[in-house]
Each structure stands twice: as structure tokens, then as C-alpha cells.
């Protein structure tokens, strides 16, 4: 029988932070005045978008209570963002065997990862037929994307225990999402805890992390070092890389919040065929630095928001190691305001942003009066936006749309996006949306030299219109998602090959950078799967990507037209023995496109050319678990399967590894 209580109302206007607090609303119906929804843990993506759990507290009970409905609004960080599909998620894949970042996109339908060694050594990421300049890169909503090169915009200093979800953020207007944007998220494991974790296996590799964080009142500090290293699966490919990294978040009624983050990477790895692959004796280092500094406060129906960062990265290239040939120095600075006011009508934003990209280089710029040591040559440039955004929610519907303008060194560029969505039972949703985006040619792109490359400082703005619709369904232990997308690309930038008999002279033999051609990118993306909190099977998904690309002229290029064709992964995690799991992902690839492999390494008077093959990779993960120790045994490609992401960079095959995790701390 159902008891009933009397209909007494309490209203909570704030979070007391006590382990009591929750017995004082027992019997009684609650209504909470103020919700606060902490931004910088959880991007905002649509107003319909699915919230992932957070897990920056401590579970102190577990009651079994009545279903309370409760909505948040969270402010964006972004300028508009149309839609958003998640990659990973920390919670949902903590016993999946992965490693690194790259290891955790891989399996995602909408990216493509192309590694050019192993465990994360140097790597690209595309999203959904684009190329790796066509994708911004974001640390919890700041923009880190590097102006000199899309190569470095995700040498990011987090590791993997750090991260608690990475989303794609699609259809953001404005200058570098050309694709889409990747958003890389940061919280604490618990609310205490100290964690190690110890890692040795084949090619003398070696991992070690000690992260931790502190929570006390509205404060909250998380931090993490981290040493990764081995001598390389084959010639040139060792490496060594140094991570540092820390977030402090700090909340008032009367201040607001503060988001400051801070991180230091030093990576230096053998790159043996990495930019010319018939030469086996390239080097290179790179040293990144960032940070940033968010605040955000409300003020009744209004809300502020403002955001500094900087990053600082140095490169080094060696056409030999130890005899560098190409020296870089990039800073790229940014800074944003924005205001939210929720009215009858909606909510509407108003908005803009600033960045400043600056390099020094012995290879890229315009040549300096006076070298500035290493440096012969430099180049500045400014970027800002301004936008207003307005959404709309009633019942099962919602809508959102947004226009703005780019201000670049190539003039103004009005931008926009539209979005709708409807939700016709419980579980479900359907959405439609539109958006223009553009990027700019990177510092490489205008400036890049060589003995087999020519620069092009006649180079514009790539400009594309994407529209896409989708479906997802999340009920129970069951979830499923469609979408299909098409995107119109007009200018877009590549290295074109000219042949010997071409008839300008300075490009016969040569790649060139231009920009000659459009693309049509069209794709379809499905995905579903069965999670459960316990039982012998507690997670099985399956996902398959299809990509297909038109470009309007016939021309030889680098990489516009390499590019995922078919993706297929599934991914299952079993439970058995009370302290036992049992994880692997499975992948399917076929890539579209051929590259020239140089049988006789070092020679590049013998070359063939060859289409990428398909390939299967498996990797697996057997852990153990007690108290505050885990041990596991992780395998990678364990079909020893031969392939290559980037054309005839052969990538490892069968590597194990062994680890030991100690948290103390967490529940």
C-alpha cells in the first residue's frame, strides 16, 4: 500500500555539502529554487542533448527513491553548436583496453585516427571525411587548435585516466571547425583519491602516472604527471613523452565560477618514414605549453560569461636525426565574452571571441629583417567573431538558430546555423540541422618549402555548408543512433602533384599548394548497444561509418581523398569470477585512396604505387580487481595484422603490456 504524507513544501535555494542533507527531504516534497549547473564540467551541445553522468563526487548513500524530473540550463561555451555525439565515455568504457587518447577514438564511427607509430607517438584526427586542419580541438570548451599545423592541434598534455568524455561537436560556425570540432573533458575520479598507475611491456615500453585531486567546500584542484616511453617496434620509432597537468575549479553564490587549467608536454620519437617515407632517419620534438582561465556568474535571468588561453609550442624537425632542419614557435592566444538572458521566448546569447596567432620559423613566414636566433622568418594574423544565438524549447520540441560574422585577414564572412528537433515518446528524439563553417590556411599551407614542395600565398578560406538528421533512442540497458550528413566543401586547400612536363616550369616534379577543387562529402553513421550496472555481460556495442567523397576536378592530391570509406567496430565488456573482466574491440577498416610505397628504404629513385588494403585489428584487455588494486594484461592488434593509416608507414603489430593500477580514495 502506498503511504501518503502531508503536503508540506520545502524549497532549496542551495547545496549544504553534507552527507545529511539528503535525510532532511524525506517524506516531504521538495522544490529546489536554484539549480546550478557547473559548465565547465559538461559542454552544452543542444538543449535536448543527453547529459553523460558526472563523476567529480562521491556516492555516499545509495537510496532508492521516487523518479524526480530535473532540467538544467548550462551556458555554451562555444560560439553555436548544432549538434553533439559522444566519443568516449570514462564511466561507460573504463575497462575497454585502451592506452591512449587514440586508442579511445579508433573505435568511434564519426573519426578517423591516423597514427604514425605507436601509442599515441603522432597522430591526426579527421572527422567525417575531412582532413586533420579541418578539425578544432578543444580542452574543456577552450580552443587549442594550433594555427601552424593541424598535426599538433590534439598534443594535448592529459592522459586517459584524466579524461572523462570527448564529444563531437558538430556544425560550429566560424573560423577552424571547417569539419567539426573534437571537445576533450577533464574531472576528478572521485572527489579524494591518489591514483598510480604502472605499466612494462614489449619494445621496452614503459608507462607510469600519478594523478590525484582534493575537493574542499566550493574548491576542487585535479592533478596529474605522467612518463611514456619506448625504444620503437622498429627502426626510429622510439620516443619519450613527458605530461603535467592541472585543474583548479572554484565556486561562490557571490563570485561565480572560476575554471583555471594549466598543462606541459615534452615529446620527442624517431620518425622513421613520417613525412617522407623513403627516408628512415627523421627526428623530431615538440614542447607544448597551455592554459586558461574561464569565469562564469548569474545574475537572475541573466548570465556572464569570459575565458582567457594561451598556448605556447615549440617543434623541432631533424631531415636526419641530430641535424635539425626546420626550428618552429607558435603562440596562439584567445579570449571570449558572451551573455545569456532566458525570457518567455527562450534563451538568446549574445556573444563574440578573439585570437591572435603569431610564429617564428626557419621555414614558414615572411623573412625577418634580423634573425631572431634559430629564427629566420615570421608572421602574425587576427581572428574574431561575433554572433548571437537564440533556442527555443516547448514540450516534446526544440529549436535553435544563430548568425554571426568572421573577421579575418581575408575580410568578413557572414555565418549561420538552424536546428530543430522533436522527441515523440520517451527515449527518442529526432533532429534536423544546417550550418556554414570555414577554416583558414594554416602557416604550413601558405608557407611550407622544400626540395619536393612549393608554398602558395594566394591561398583563401575553405568554406563548407553541412546539413544533417539523425535519430537515437536510450532506454533501459538498450540505446541506438542513426545520422546521415552531407557536406558541401568549396575551396578546399591540398598539395597537388605536377607532373614533370607541367607547364609552369618551378612546379614540374613538385607538389604545389592549392586550392582548385570542391568537395562533396556524404556519410551515414549507425550505432546501438546493451549496458548493464551488473551480470556476466555488462556492455556490448556495435557501430558502422560509411564515407564517400566527389571532388569536382581531376587532379593528383596528397590527402583530400584519403579518407575512411568503411568502419566497422564492436566492442564487448564481461564480468566473470566476482573480480574478473574480460574486454575487447573489434574493427573493420577499408580506406579509400593510394599512396606511393618505396620498397628500398632511404632510395626514393624506386617507387610503387598501391592502394590502401583493408584490415582488422583486435585488441583485448583480462583485468583483475580488489579493494583499492587492479592488474591487467592489455594485447593490441593481436591478429598481428599489417597496416598502415598514413601510406607506407607499416604500424605495430602484436604489442603486450602489463600494468598495475593502485587508487586510494575512491568508492
Same mark, same amino acid.
Given at each position: 500500500?502506498?503511504?501518503? $504524507?502531508?503536503? @508540506?513544501?520545502?524549497?532549496?535555494?542551495?547545496?549544504?555539502? %553534507?552527507?545529511?542533507?539528503?535525510?532532511?527531504?524525506?517524506?516531504?516534497?521538495?522544490?529546489?529554487?536554484?539549480?546550478?549547473?557547473?559548465?565547465?564540467?559538461?559542454?552544452?551541445? !543542444?538543449?535536448?542533448?543527453?547529459?553523460?553522468?558526472?563523476?567529480?563526487?562521491?556516492?555516499?548513500?545509495?537510496?532508492?527513491?521516487?523518479?524526480?524530473?530535473?532540467? #538544467?540550463?548550462?551556458?555554451?561555451?562555444?560560439?553555436?553548436?548544432?549538434?553533439?555525439?559522444?566519443?568516449?565515455?570514462? %564511466?561507460? @568504457?573504463?575497462?575497454?583496453? $585502451?592506452?591512449?587518447?587514440?586508442?579511445?577514438?579508433?573505435?568511434?564511427?564519426?573519426?578517423?585516427?591516423?597514427?604514425? #607509430?605507436? %601509442?599515441?607517438? @603522432?597522430?591526426?584526427?579527421?572527422?567525417?571525411?575531412?582532413?586533420?586542419? @579541418?578539425?578544432?580541438?578543444?580542452?574543456?570548451?577552450?580552443?587549442?587548435?594550433?594555427?601552424?599545423?593541424?598535426?599538433?592541434?590534439?598534443?594535448?598534455?592529459?592522459?586517459?585516466?584524466?579524461?572523462?568524455?570527448?564529444?563531437?561537436?558538430?556544425?560550429?560556425?566560424?573560423?577552424?571547425?571547417?569539419?567539426?570540432?573534437?571537445?576533450?573533458?577533464?574531472?576528478?575520479?572521485?572527489?579524494?583519491?591518489?591514483?598510480?598507475?604502472?605499466?612494462?611491456?614489449?619494445?621496452?615500453?614503459?608507462?607510469?602516472?600519478? *594523478?590525484?585531486?582534493?575537493?574542499?567546500?566550493?574548491?576542487?584542484?585535479?592533478?596529474?604527471?605522467?612518463?611514456?616511453?619506448?625504444?620503437?617496434?622498429?627502426?626510429?620509432?622510439?620516443?619519450?613523452?613527458?605530461?603535467?597537468?592541472?585543474?583548479?575549479?572554484?565556486?561562490?553564490?557571490?563570485?561565480?565560477?572560476?575554471?583555471?587549467?594549466?598543462?606541459?608536454?615534452?615529446?620527442?620519437?624517431?620518425?622513421?618514414?613520417?613525412?617522407?617515407?623513403?627516408?628512415?632517419?627523421?627526428?623530431?620534438?615538440?614542447?607544448?605549453?597551455?592554459?586558461?582561465?574561464?569565469?562564469?556568474?548569474?545574475?537572475?535571468?541573466? *548570465?556572464?560569461?569570459?575565458?582567457?588561453?594561451?598556448?605556447?609550442?615549440?617543434?623541432?624537425?631533424?631531415?636526419?636525426?641530430?641535424?635539425?632542419?626546420?626550428?618552429?614557435?607558435?603562440?596562439?592566444?584567445?579570449?571570449?565574452?558572451?551573455?545569456?538572458?532566458?525570457?518567455?521566448?527562450?534563451?538568446?546569447?549574445?556573444?563574440?571571441?578573439?585570437?591572435?596567432?603569431?610564429?617564428?620559423?626557419?621555414?614558414?613566414?615572411?623573412?625577418?629583417?634580423?634573425?631572431?636566433?634559430?629564427?629566420?622568418?615570421?608572421?602574425?594574423?587576427?581572428?574574431?567573431?561575433?554572433?548571437?544565438?537564440? *533556442?527555443?524549447?516547448?514540450?516534446?520540441?526544440?529549436?535553435?538558430?544563430?548568425?554571426?560574422?568572421?573577421?579575418?585577414?581575408?575580410?568578413?564572412?557572414?555565418?549561420?546555423?538552424?536546428?530543430?528537433?522533436?522527441?515523440?515518446?520517451?527515449?527518442?528524439?529526432?533532429?534536423?540541422?544546417?550550418?556554414?563553417?570555414?577554416?583558414?590556411?594554416?602557416?604550413?599551407?601558405?608557407?611550407?618549402?622544400?626540395?619536393?614542395?612549393?608554398?602558395?600565398?594566394?591561398?583563401?578560406?575553405?568554406?563548407?555548408? !553541412?546539413?544533417?538528421?539523425?535519430?537515437?533512442?536510450?532506454?533501459?540497458?538498450?540505446?541506438?543512433?542513426?545520422?546521415?550528413?552531407?557536406?558541401?566543401?568549396?575551396?578546399?586547400?591540398?598539395?597537388?602533384?605536377?607532373?614533370?612536363?607541367?607547364?609552369?616550369?618551378?612546379?614540374?616534379?613538385?607538389?604545389?599548394?592549392?586550392?582548385?577543387?570542391?568537395?562533396?562529402?556524404?556519410?551515414?553513421?549507425?550505432?546501438?548497444?546493451?549496458?548493464?550496472?551488473?551480470?556476466?555481460?555488462?556492455?556490448?556495442?556495435?557501430?558502422?561509418?560509411?564515407?564517400?567523397?566527389?571532388?569536382?576536378?581531376?587532379?593528383?592530391? %596528397?590527402?583530400?581523398?584519403?579518407?575512411?570509406?568503411?568502419?566497422?567496430?564492436?566492442?564487448?565488456?564481461?564480468?566473470?569470477?566476482?573480480?574478473?573482466?574480460?574486454?575487447?574491440?573489434?574493427?573493420?577498416?577499408?580506406?579509400?585512396?593510394?599512396?606511393?610505397?618505396?620498397?628500398? *628504404?632511404?632510395?626514393?629513385?624506386?617507387?610503387?604505387?598501391?592502394?590502401?588494403?583493408? $584490415?582488422?585489428?583486435?585488441?583485448?584487455?583480462?583485468?583483475?580487481?580488489?579493494?583499492?588494486?587492479?592488474? $591487467?594484461?592489455?594485447?593490441?592488434?593481436? !591478429?598481428?595484422?599489417?597496416?598502415?593509416?598514413?601510406?607506407?608507414?607499416?604500424?605495430?603489430?602484436?604489442?603486450?603490456?602489463?600494468?598495475?593500477?593502485?587508487?586510494?580514495?575512491?568508492?
Amino acid at each position: 500500500m502506498k503511504k501518503s $504524507y502531508p503536503e @508540506q513544501i520545502f524549497c532549496f535555494k542551495r547545496w549544504n555539502r %553534507k552527507g545529511w542533507s539528503a535525510f532532511a527531504s524525506f517524506h516531504r516534497l521538495v522544490m529546489i529554487g536554484v539549480l546550478s549547473v557547473v559548465m565547465s564540467m559538461l559542454l552544452l551541445a !543542444t538543449q535536448r542533448a543527453s547529459a553523460q553522468p558526472a563523476d567529480t563526487t562521491v556516492v555516499l548513500r545509495e537510496l532508492r527513491i521516487a523518479e524526480v524530473g530535473i532540467s #538544467g540550463r548550462r551556458s555554451a561555451a562555444v560560439r553555436n553548436v548544432v549538434s553533439q555525439t559522444p566519443l568516449f565515455d570514462r %564511466k561507460a @568504457q573504463a575497462a575497454a583496453p $585502451y592506452q591512449t587518447l587514440e586508442s579511445a577514438l579508433r573505435t568511434a564511427p564519426s573519426v578517423d585516427i591516423r597514427e604514425r #607509430g605507436g %601509442k599515441g607517438t @603522432q597522430a591526426d584526427i579527421s572527422i567525417r571525411g575531412g582532413s586533420f586542419d @579541418q578539425t578544432m580541438v578543444l580542452l574543456n570548451g577552450i580552443d587549442f587548435t594550433d594555427a601552424r599545423t593541424g598535426h599538433q592541434s590534439h598534443s594535448l598534455p592529459v592522459d586517459l585516466d584524466c579524461i572523462s568524455g570527448i564529444e563531437l561537436l558538430d556544425g560550429i560556425p566560424g573560423v577552424g571547425a571547417y569539419a567539426g570540432a573534437v571537445n576533450i573533458r577533464t574531472a576528478p575520479l572521485a572527489a579524494r583519491y591518489l591514483r598510480f598507475e604502472g605499466v612494462g611491456g614489449q619494445y621496452g615500453y614503459a608507462y607510469g602516472n600519478l *594523478s590525484g585531486a582534493v575537493t574542499v567546500g566550493g574548491f576542487t584542484v585535479q592533478t596529474a604527471v605522467s612518463y611514456r616511453r619506448s625504444d620503437g617496434y622498429r627502426h626510429n620509432t622510439d620516443f619519450d613523452t613527458y605530461n603535467a597537468f592541472v585543474r583548479a575549479t572554484y565556486e561562490t553564490q557571490q563570485g561565480g565560477l572560476f575554471d583555471f587549467q594549466a598543462g606541459y608536454q615534452r615529446r620527442s620519437f624517431g620518425s622513421n618514414g613520417f613525412y617522407a617515407v623513403y627516408n628512415p632517419e627523421q627526428w623530431e620534438r615538440t614542447t607544448t605549453a597551455l592554459t586558461s582561465l574561464r569565469w562564469l556568474q548569474r545574475f537572475g535571468r541573466f *548570465s556572464l560569461g569570459a575565458a582567457i588561453s594561451y598556448r605556447k609550442n615549440f617543434d623541432r624537425y631533424d631531415w636526419t636525426r641530430g641535424t635539425p632542419m626546420n626550428r618552429h614557435n607558435t603562440d596562439n592566444a584567445g579570449a571570449k565574452l558572451w551573455a545569456d538572458c532566458d525570457w518567455a521566448g527562450g534563451t538568446t546569447t549574445l556573444g563574440g571571441d578573439y585570437a591572435f596567432n603569431h610564429i617564428y620559423s626557419s621555414n614558414l613566414g615572411d623573412l625577418l629583417a634580423v634573425p631572431n636566433g634559430h629564427y629566420t622568418r615570421a608572421k602574425a594574423r587576427h581572428t574574431g567573431n561575433l554572433f548571437l544565438r537564440h *533556442s527555443w524549447q516547448r514540450g516534446a520540441w526544440d529549436a535553435a538558430a544563430s548568425g554571426g560574422v568572421s573577421f579575418t585577414p581575408y575580410g568578413e564572412t557572414a555565418l549561420w546555423s538552424v536546428a530543430g528537433g522533436y522527441a515523440p515518446a520517451p527515449g527518442w528524439h529526432v533532429g534536423v540541422g544546417a550550418a556554414q563553417s570555414m577554416r583558414l590556411p594554416t602557416f604550413t599551407d601558405l608557407y611550407y618549402s622544400s626540395p619536393a614542395q612549393i608554398n602558395n600565398l594566394d591561398l583563401m578560406p575553405e568554406k563548407a555548408v !553541412t546539413v544533417h538528421a539523425g535519430a537515437r533512442y536510450a532506454k533501459g540497458h538498450w540505446n541506438a543512433s542513426a545520422t546521415a550528413y552531407y557536406r558541401a566543401g568549396r575551396d578546399i586547400i591540398d598539395w597537388v602533384w605536377h607532373a614533370d612536363d607541367d607547364p609552369v616550369e618551378a612546379w614540374r616534379g613538385k607538389w604545389h599548394s592549392e586550392q582548385s577543387s570542391a568537395l562533396d562529402t556524404y556519410g551515414v553513421e549507425l550505432a546501438g548497444g546493451y549496458v548493464a550496472a551488473d551480470g556476466f555481460l555488462r556492455r556490448a556495442t556495435l557501430s558502422y561509418a560509411f564515407v564517400s567523397t566527389d571532388r569536382t576536378s581531376d587532379v593528383i592530391a %596528397k590527402s583530400a581523398m584519403d579518407f575512411l570509406r568503411h568502419k566497422a567496430a564492436l566492442s564487448v565488456e564481461v564480468h566473470f569470477l566476482r573480480r574478473m573482466t574480460f574486454a575487447f574491440t573489434a574493427s573493420v577498416a577499408r580506406r579509400n585512396g593510394s599512396y606511393t610505397d618505396y620498397p628500398v *628504404s632511404g632510395d626514393a629513385s624506386v617507387s610503387v604505387i598501391r592502394d590502401y588494403e583493408p $584490415y582488422f585489428l583486435l585488441d583485448a584487455r583480462l583485468a583483475w580487481e580488489k579493494g583499492i588494486c587492479r592488474l $591487467y594484461v592489455d594485447g593490441t592488434n593481436l !591478429t598481428d595484422a599489417h597496416h598502415c593509416d598514413m601510406g607506407g608507414i607499416p604500424l605495430p603489430g602484436v604489442w603486450v603490456t602489463g600494468g598495475v593500477v593502485l587508487t586510494i580514495g575512491r568508492r
